[in-house]
Every structure is written in C-alpha cells, then in structure tokens.
C-alpha cells in the first residue's frame, strides 16, 4: 500500500511513524505537508500524533481546518484508506470524518504509559495480522484521549461493529464505566486499564467502510525489539501488506 | 520621562559603586538609561560569572572526544560514525518558585534552544529537581506546577523527557530547584557556532515577537511607568512551545543550507547578550535598528526591547546572498523573519530606535573589563566519622527497608514519569526507572547514547569536596551499569550567596572535588550553568552541583536495565565497610543528619566501574544497578520492585553491623546479575576488584540475612504509595 | 465591535476540570456550591459595526471552529 504521512506544524511523531511503515513496507512514506492539496497515488493517509497548531484552541481544531483536509475528506469518500493516531485521531473527530470527541483525560494530568488494547475485529486492514480479542501492547502519550460520544451514537458504533480497540488489562478484560476520579482500587488492573477514562473503554473507532481507523495510543512506538516490544509491529505489516 | 541615570540608579539596576566607575571610564560619559541597562546585564552575575569564573577554571575540559568544551552555547562531544552529540544543563530556579508552570516549561525552552542553535536536533530532555519539605505548605503546589509545565513543554515540542531525579529537604523551601538539560545530536562537521563575521552582513532576528517579558525586577523599578504599568510588565516569561517546535524545524530546515554564519538563542537578557556576544567573539561591531524588531506590544523603549526575555527567539548573521532562501524558509513556518541591523568593523555595538541613538559601546571593555572576583572563603567544617558499631538500630531490617522504599527521596517517581513523554521519537531503549541511565538509540544507527543527572545534596552539605567528587562519580556510575562508556558532563551548580565565605568556601570545595573525579574517571566537563543567590530569608539551599552525564554505546542491544530476572546470582561489586554517616537510614529511621559523608576512592571507582562495564559488554550481565542511597539493600529492593521477582539474601560479614552492613553509602559499587557468579567473582579477583555473590534471585518474596521476609508486592506498595498519596491530597485538603 | 463568545460543555458531557474545582471549593469551606462548570471565553475585535452582522459572523465562527459543537455549545454577545 502507498502511504503518505500528512505534517502540520506542531506534529512530531512523524519520524515514528515514517519508520514503522518504512520498516514493514520497505519504502519510504511520502510527506505531505498541510498545505498541499494533492493526495494523488497514495492508498493510505496517515496523520500521526503531535500537537498541531499547539493544540491551543482544541486539540486537532485548527488542524482540521487545514487546506489539506478537503482532500483527506476526497480520499475518504472514494474509499481510500486512512489511519489517525493520537492527535490523528483528534483531527479526524474534529473534521467530523470519525463521530464523538477526544475529551481530557478523566485524571486532568497527561498521561505517558504502556496500555493494553483489545483487538474487536480482526477483518479490516488494519487488524488482519491480529486475532479477534487478541490484546497487544501500545504506548500512550496525552492529555486529551478520553473518548466521548452521546449514546447513540456509541450505540451505532457498538451495533455496527465500529469499535475498533478497548482499553484492556494484559488478559484482555475491559473494565466497565468510567473510572471514578481518583478512586481506583489499587491491585486492581481491570479497572486501572482505562487510564483516560473513555466511554466504554474505547480506544480506537473505524468508519463504516472500515477504512478509516482512529486511535489514541501509539502502536508505531513498539516496532523493534530495542524498545521493550514488537507488539505494533503486525498493524503496519499488514497495511503493507494490504 | 525617564529617570536620570546616576550611581543610585545604577546601584538599583544591580552594579556596585566600583563597577559602575568602570562604566564611567569606558563610556567617558554618563551612559544612557539603554547603555546602564546592557552594562547591568551584561556584568551580571547570571551573564558575567563574576563570582565564579576564577574557580570554574579549575575544571578539565579537554579530552581528544572534545569538539567545544565551555564558551560556546553547549558543550560538543564527538560520539562516533560522523555524529557529535551537543548538551548542556541550565538552571530556572528563581522562576519556578514565582510561576512553578512557566517557570519550568521556559527552563525546557530555553535550554532547548541552546542545543538546537548549534545544528543539533534535541533527542533528549532530563532534569534534576529539588523540592522543600514535603510538609511545607508550598511544596505541593510547586512539584505539581514544575511537573506539568516540564511535561507541558517537552512534550508538545517532540522531544522524550528520558530521565532525571528529584529529591526533598527543607532548605529548599522557599527555593526550588529545577535543573534541565537536553541533548542534541548532529553531524560533527555541521556545528553551528556564535562568532560574527563579514562586515556587511545582515543581522536576522527570528521567532517570535518580542513583549515586555521578564524585564527584571531591579530594573523594572527605575523605567518609566505609566498608571497601567503593573500591566505591563509581566516579570514572568510565558513559554510557547509550538513556536519553539516550529523554530526547531526551520532553523534545521536553514542549517541544511549554507546560508548562516553565525547563530544564537534569544535567552537570559535576550537582545542584549546575543548581540553582544556574538559580535565580541567575532571581533566584529554591530548595529541594530530596533525599529525592525518585530514588537507584540506598541510604545516599547529601546530600553525594554533591549532588556525584554520574551521567549523562542534567535538571533542569525547570514550570508547576504542566502536571505531570501532563509527568509523563504521561516515564512513556510509562519515565524517572523526581520533583517534588524548588519555587522559592523567598528568592534562597537550601536543601537538606534526612531532615527536615535540609544546606545553606542565598544565591545572590547564591555567584555574584558567585566568584573571577575576573587571572594573570600571559608572551609565548611568536617562532620566526624560515624563508627557503625556504635550507632544503634531498633528497627528490624524488614521493617528499615520498607520504610525506606517508601520515603519521598527514594519512592517511586511514577506519577512524574507518567506526565513525560518518555517515547516520543520512537528511540527510547531504556525509560525512566528502566536502568540507572536512560538509553537512547540514534535513529538509523546501532549506536545509543546514555543519560543521567546526579548530584547528593546532604554529602555536599556535609563535605563539599567529597560531595563534589560524589556527584560526578555517580554520573559516572551510572552511565557504567548500563554498560555505557562515559564521555563528558555537564554542570549545574546550585549555590548560596557568594558573598558569603562559607558559601564561596562551599563552592570552592565542590569545585575542587568535581575537578578531581572528573581528572581521574577522564570525564571532562563541556558546558555547565552557576545559579547563585539561592537563598530565602538569608538561608541557603543545600550546596548542589548537579551534574549531567552523557555516555556512549556503541550498541543500543547490549545495553542492561536494573529489573531482575530470575533464577541468577547476584554478585556485589565495591568493598562495603559499613559507612552510615549521611546515609538514608541514620536519616529516615535513626532520625539523625550527621557524621561525614562516604569518601569517594577515585581508584576504586575507576577500576570497579571498568570491570563492570567491560563484563557487561562481554555479555555476562543480565541486570545492573549501583548501590547509591539507601544501600545494598535498597538497591537489591529496587531490582526486585523492577521486575517483581524476588531473591534470597545471604547473611553478611559478622565484623560489620547487619543494618550498617546492608544500609551503608559505601561508594563505588555495583550489583550484578549474573548467571555465573563463580567465573564472576574470579574475573573480579584478576582484575583486583572486590567482588562478593550475596544473593540468589526468585520466587516473590525478599529473604533477607535475618531470616525475615517480605513480599515484592509489599515492597512496592510502600514504593508507589507516596506520590499519588501525596498529590492527590492537594484536592482534598489546601 | 467586539463580540465575546463564552464556549461550554454540553450539559451531558462530563466535565472532569468542573468537577476538581467544585470539589477543592467544598473542602475550602465553600459548601453551597452545587455544580460548577469550567470553559473558555473568547474576545474577538471586529472590524463590523453592525450588530447583527456582527453577531452572525461570530456565530459563524464558533460553529466552524470556537466550539466542537459534538460537545460544546456557545453563546455570543456583543460589547461596545
């Protein structure tokens, strides 16, 4: 699959994920800076983690305003493929490509730390190389990674099968609810698996063509065996693959 | 109007009757206010190093992996395949105390900038902080403001915030310390330096807009002031760190090219000292118009924009053929681009503001003739040795060891850790709490750098010289017990009033112990920052130099962390003679502050620490840790808190005490998990090391000497309960 | 003209800033605090003098950018 990674000022984890895709494709991404509107050749869009634009007004909401998102929206509605990660995801839920918001995180402090993610789907190209309810470790890095949307709307993304990833313990339970502030028993890894507090420990949420993929941790940090694990690895492989 | 300029007005902006005679003699006039205000910050003490620079001399700077020791805006040291990496520690102490967020968030900015003005793409943030009592009223507040707006900076700008330490103790109080330090990479040949040359050549100011920021507040009182002067005049600096990102990526996007002759950062009295400095090391004049400076605010006086510390700013000489390639670059990063003046051969810096003259210095005399003292100093008086046999101990070793993982300067750093992007970049091989340094690969390469700051406040305050040696032997240490070859530190020296004997003496000491340690181990030192004056109601803080280290591996794969694995035995490293003065224990369960710190043997580290590293390359190590506070068995808890494995414990030499035995500070030793002890401790033997095996790791348990036991889980319960505890009542009570 | 635009969560959206600050108000003795809400304001100096087009232009504005209107809703009034 040709990728190309999108920068906006402020982004800085596109060296990460230029070096994930490049490792399991063998070619370089093309970098798309914000202000080019040609997406042409590409099957794959990424738009990596960061703070674009500062984050300032809302994380993600000046980003989406960007000359370049009138083509990612193009490219979403021929069916092509797009993967936003961390303030990726951000910038897709404020372009209104992926439903809900990021909110902050239910502790109000960033929060940097391995998590466990459970795999809800494994036929997409995203996930083809993991099982269905396989967990695999991921690293998260942010403030702003609470996952919000009105009932219904989580209720669509339930009953079409839009989740993509939960927030799990390694074993692969998810805890229930919201955690309550400052609350947590301690021991408890369960409960203490959804970190940032999003409803219904979501973590990651696809359109209904499974073709766009929004997600807050970061699977492209643990794709060589120096940085602890490999656990990210499989998602780029199988885009590469794709 | 503005205030006529005298000797009392002189004295208010900080500059002594004597110093401000010399200004008389230089200028041959009454200087203007403008003039006085770049004198005052220049023979500052921040600026001048008035204070210290005859004792900083002492240290050694050179060694043949070397490219820039100190002069320069960081230190460059030539770390293999083509690369340098450039580092430097700097001190915001006075400005996290007023403004704990801003404070610490303009420290990351500022001292980033010092390292990518020099060509380098930072790779890693570290930092050394110092806390009051953690039952002072204040002290909270402050830890929370100074975590977050470290996390705030260093994570929006990209750069993994990979190691650091904290401690607590009262005399800091009312003077906090935070220390950061950031490290750079680039090739050794693209190294950008400060020195103006080419007469003719445009002056570029860069970044953001300049404000009234943090015009100091000796100064602020004498300008003139209006009825909404409190308005305007913020003293504390508000950081950016999305310009700063974006600075980042355009002055490397413009280093690519060949178009800059000579850069420097914006940082302490901003405008004044980067032209300054720069023309002087050049030998050039300058001149500025500062009507092309780009301004936040209106009505700003040559004065203020001279003075003003507004932040993410940089000033560039460029060739003049390149402007437009430069200029074309900063646009594309939406970052003020202004030609502000151009270099002169007149060795004078002439500043002009609406067509007049506001200031016109030679540069020479401003620099040369800066004042340089050589204060009076007393000898801080030896504590005596304490003799273990005769300090008792009514707590069990179970229950002593529990208490101690748990105390504030030896619990977990979790809940600092988890706000710092430690990943970012994608090349964090180890993170914090991994190992004793951080490990950082260089993307693309096998090869890896090693990172840590050390420094142990209460030896220096009880022994400034040994402290000294202490704190650059630590660095030292831990970059080895990753396996790391040490290469070069950097300094932050933390201090009184100078003008104190016992102060100056405190320094001095400290000075002469690092110059020792630093001679012995070849550990030179490249760039360093003195913070003086940290005081609060005539006391001082603990005498602190703390010191960054940066080691080199040239495998990022054979590096080691200090979580156990099962199943091996652990072989201690160092001869332990039971030293319990300044140790953890006799502080946190004998409740005493006394007795002279452990010596610092620079032989023994130097051999200790060789053999170590050179088992650890040969593959025969699977975890390392130093013994440093708290002890062996402290730092045998923290390898089995690491990993959640266990380990049995052998009984000790029947000579020493069991708590003083397992308690001590000795220095220089290390705890290696091998799963060969025996070929272990013969190869220490050949190598004259003192090498003993004192304990077998598995299960989940601590078996120690006495015969007691205690749960890894317990351990870490006590480990991990301090911060979130502490922290979290900050919502519930205050 | 300027026109200030107050932004806030949704009521249905959880707003943990709001909820810290209500509860550090109650132990500082502030007991009669019953729900506490935290947003952002936003002063925008016009160039238009007209009020409604003022207001319809900075209602344009906060609903293609000042707020996320998936969790936000705002509210514009005009001063001077």
């Known amino acids: ?174 805890p229930l609810g919201n955690i309550p502030l400052g609350n947590i028993p301690q021991g408890d890894v369960t409960k203490d698996a959804n970190r940032n507090g999003s409803a219904r420990s979501i973590a990651g949420i696809y359109t209904p063509n499974l073709r766009v993929l929004g997600l807050m941790p970061h699977p492209e940090d643990l794709v060589d065996p120096l940085m602890g694990s490999t656990d990210g690895k499989p998602l780029f492989d199988a885009l590469a693959a794709a | 109007m503005q205030k006529e300029v005298n000797q009392s007005l002189a004295r208010e902006f900080g500059l002594s009757a004597e110093e401000y005679g010399k200004v008389l003699e230089i200028m041959g006039r009454t200087p ?56 430097k520690m700097e001190s915001h102490n006075h400005p996290s105390f007023i403004e704990p967020y801003q404070g610490a968030a303009t420290g990351v900015g500022g001292i980033l900038r010092d390292v990518f003005t020099m060509g380098a793409r930072p790779i890693a943030n570290l930092n050394a902080l110092r806390f009051g009592s953690p039952n002072h009223p204040r002290t909270r507040r402050i830890v929370d403001g100074v975590v977050r707006g470290i996390g705030g900076y260093g994570n929006c700008v990209g750069v993994p915030t990979v190691g650091g330490e904290i401690n607590f103790h009262p005399a800091y109080d009312g003077n906090p310390l935070v220390n950061a330090m950031t490290v750079g990479i680039a090739p050794k040949d693209r190294i950008f ?108 006086t040559a004065y203020e924009f001279m003075l003003s510390e507004s932040q993410e700013r940089m000033l560039m000489v460029l060739r003049p053929d390149r402007e437009s390639v430069a200029r074309a670059i900063f646009e594309k990063w939406d970052l003020d681009f202004a030609i502000i003046g151009h270099i002169t051969d007149t060795g004078r810096i002439v500043v002009r503001h609406n067509g007049v003259v506001e200031a016109d210095i030679p540069l020479a005399p401003l620099n040369d003739e800066a004042p340089l003292y050589t204060r009076p100093t007393t000898e801080t008086p030896k504590g005596e040795k304490l003799n273990p046999a005769r300090v008792e101990s009514r707590v069990g070793l179970a229950s002593a060891l529990q208490t101690l993982v748990g105390c504030p300067d030896l619990c977990s750093r979790a809940w600092v850790w988890d706000q710092y992007d430690s990943t970012v970049g994608g090349q964090t091989v180890k993170r914090p709490g991994a190992a004793d340094a951080a490990v950082v690969k260089l993307e693309g390469l096998k090869r890896a750098l090693a990172l840590t700051t050390d420094c142990t406040p209460r ?36 201090f009184g009033n100078p003008e104190k004997p016992e102060i100056m003496g405190q320094f001095a000491a400290a000075i002469r112990g690092m110059a020792a340690a630093c001679e012995a181990l070849d550990f030179p030192v490249v760039s360093g920052n003195v913070s003086l004056y940290n005081e609060t109601e005539r006391r001082a803080i603990l005498p602190t130099p703390a010191i960054g280290g940066l080691g080199v591996l040239d495998d990022a794969a054979q590096a080691v962390g200090l979580a156990l694995p099962p ?117 220490a033997e050949a190598a004259g090391v003192p090498a003993l095996r004192i304990a077998v790791s598995g299960g989940q348990d601590l078996t120690l000497p006495d015969g007691s036991t205690i749960s890894v889980q317990a351990l870490r319960d006590s480990h991990e309960r301090f911060f979130p505890a502490w922290m979290d009542g900050e919502t519930k009570k205050d | 003209m300027k026109a200030i635009v107050t932004v806030m969560l949704k009521s249905g959206v959880l707003d943990p800033q709001g909820k810290a600050i209500a509860h550090a108000l109650g132990t500082l003795g502030f007991t009669s605090v019953n729900d506490v809400r935290a947003g952002k304001i936003i002063e925008l100096d016009l160039a238009e003098t007209d009020p409604d087009k003022a207001r319809a232009m900075a209602e344009d504005m906060a609903r293609k950018l000042l707020a996320n209107t998936v969790i936000e809703s705002f509210r514009v009034s005009l001063d001077g």
């Open chain 2, 32 to 87: 203007s206010l403008t003039e006085l205000g770049v004198f005052s910050v220049m023979w500052s003490e921040h600026c001048s190093y008035k204070s210290s620079r005859v004792w900083l001399r002492q240290l050694p700077t050179k060694a043949p992996w070397v490219i820039h020791g100190p002069g320069e805006n960081a230190g460059v040291v030539d770390i293999g395949d083509g690369l340098a990496a450039i580092f």
């Open chain 2, 567 to 683: 199943w091996l035995d652990i072989v201690l490293i160092g001869a332990t003679t039971g030293w319990l003065g300044q140790s953890l224990w006799l502080r946190e369960i004998a409740g005493r502050e006394d007795g002279a710190p452990p010596p610092v043997d620079l032989v023994a580290e130097r051999t200790n620490g060789d053999f170590v590293r050179a088992q650890i390359l040969a593959g025969h190590v699977r975890a390392c840790h130093d013994v440093s506070d708290g002890g062996i068995l402290v730092a045998l808890a923290e390898m089995a808190m690491a990993s959640g494995i266990g380990l049995r414990i052998s009984t000790h030499p029947r000579d020493i005490p069991g708590h003083a035995y397992w308690f001590g500070e000795d220095q220089a030793r290390y705890l290696l998990a091998v799963p060969d002890s025996i070929a272990m401790v013969k190869a």
């Open chain 2, 193 to 300: 330096l400060s020195a103006a040359a080419g007469i003719g050549n445009p002056v570029v100011y860069v970044g953001s807009k300049t404000g009234r920021d943090g015009i100091h507040g000796a100064t602020m009182a004498s300008a003139e002031f209006g009825a909404d002067s409190e308005e305007k005049r913020p003293t504390v600096q508000v950081g950016d760190p999305f310009t700063e990102k974006l600075l980042i990526e355009a002055c490397l996007e413009l280093m690519a090219t060949d178009a800059i002759v000579a850069i420097q950062d914006m940082g302490a009295a901003g405008l004044t000292s980067s032209s300054v400095e720069m023309a002087a090391k050049g030998g050039v004049g300058i001149e500025l118009d500062l009507n092309m400076v780009p301004a936040r605010e209106t009505g700003m």
């Open chain 1, 1 to 174: 699959m040709k990728a190309g990674i999108v920068v906006f000022p402020g982004i800085n984890r596109e060296r990460d994920m230029a070096i994930a895709l490049e490792q399991s494709s063998g070619a370089k991404p093309r970098m798309i800076w914000h202000q080019e509107t040609d997406l042409s050749g590409l099957d794959l869009v990424v738009i990596p983690g960061g703070f674009s634009f500062g984050d300032y007004l809302r994380c993600g909401a000046m980003a989406a305003q960007s000359p370049v998102m009138a083509s990612i929206r193009a490219h979403a509605d021929r069916g092509g493929y797009i993967l936003g990660v961390c303030n990726g995801f951000q910038i897709l839920t404020e372009a209104g490509i992926l439903p809900g918001a990021l909110l902050r995180n239910a502790a109000l402090r960033f929060l940097s730390m391995d998590c466990h993610l459970r795999v809800e789907r494994s036929d997409t190209v995203f996930t083809a190389r993991y099982q269905k309810g396989q967990t695999f470790r991921a690293v998260m890095a942010h403030g702003d990674g609470n996952y919000f949307a009105d009932d219904a709307t989580l209720d669509r993304l339930e009953g079409q099968g839009l989740v993509a990833l939960r927030y799990a313990s390694p074993q692969g339970n998810i």
């Open chain 2, 459 to 494: 030896y220096c305050a009880a022994d400034p010289e040994t402290g000294g040696r202490q704190a650059v032997a630590e660095a030292w240490r831990n970059l080895t017990a990753v396996g790391a070859r040490p290469l070069a530190i950097t300094d932050n020296l933390n």
